[in-house]
């Protein structure tokens, strides 16, 4: 099956710093989502974005299907944005498959 | 709106015992429901999904099963329980043209 690689696996910041997650891909897919998961366990949908570029007020998100990967962006980051990204990828016909996740943790 | 409730959100076990978690979703229909297990610390792995009443399928042999006895109603349950299902359990929905998926809150078994 695919295989979904996340990094960095850790990842720690101090708040109002930049930051890019990556998701690698092994087969190309036709759907690719990224959430965020909260300290109480909550999947917060962030972007569902197969391809190209979106942005949602401090985050962004692009994906390159044809090389594979998608990166998303965390601008000026707050103690807010810590938790777990996960980026999960969907192929043809297939159900979703998540990478291991970036656990980002934001310091004051 | 769409939203998705699950029950109970914390629940201990012990060894053994039956299990039943429960999912609901308002505001959609015909959805596409997954159940998903999340281990301490680790990614999401899809349990079973279904595409439609009475329609279940299961991506990983396991001490679970799966039922969908309404539209908009997906149940997760066990006979008896084992240690090592504990985790986080996650049901999700997704509509039938664009498949993004959508989480509960998710429902943390402790199994003693």
């Known amino acids: 099956g695919i295989q979904v690689e996340q990094s960095p696996p850790d990842l720690i910041l101090q708040e109002g710093a930049n930051s890019t997650l990556r998701c690698n891909f092994s087969d190309s897919v036709n759907n690719l989502q990224w959430f965020h998961q909260n300290p109480w366990g909550q999947l917060i949908n962030l972007f569902y974005?197969?391809?190209g570029t979106k942005q949602n007020g401090r985050l962004s998100a692009t994906t390159v299907a044809t090389e594979r990967y998608s990166l998303l962006y965390i601008s000026s980051s707050q103690t807010t944005d810590s938790g777990v990204y996960f980026c999960?990828?969907?192929?043809?016909?297939?159900?979703?498959?998540f990478g291991p996740g970036t656990r980002l943790s934001v310091l004051p | 709106s769409q939203t998705i409730h699950q029950w109970p959100a914390t629940l201990v076990q012990p060894v053994g015992s039956p299990l039943s978690l429960e999912c609901t979703v308002e505001?959609?229909?015909?959805?596409?429901l997954y159940w998903y297990r999340q281990a301490a610390g680790r990614g999401l792995q899809l349990l079973f999904y279904s595409v439609g009443i009475g329609q279940i399928s299961s991506e990983v042999p396991q001490n679970l099963s799966a039922s969908r006895p309404q539209d908009r109603q997906f149940i997760l349950s066990s006979k008896k329980l084992l240690l090592s299902d504990s985790g986080f359990y996650l049901c999700?929905?997704?509509?039938?043209?664009?498949?993004?998926?959508?989480f509960g809150p998710g429902t943390r078994l402790t199994v003693l």
């Open positions: 974005i197969p391809s």
């Open positions: 505001g959609t229909s015909n959805p596409n």
């Open positions: 999700a929905w997704s509509g039938d043209t664009i498949n993004e998926q959508f």
């Open positions: 999960a990828v969907e192929r043809f016909g297939q159900n979703f498959v």
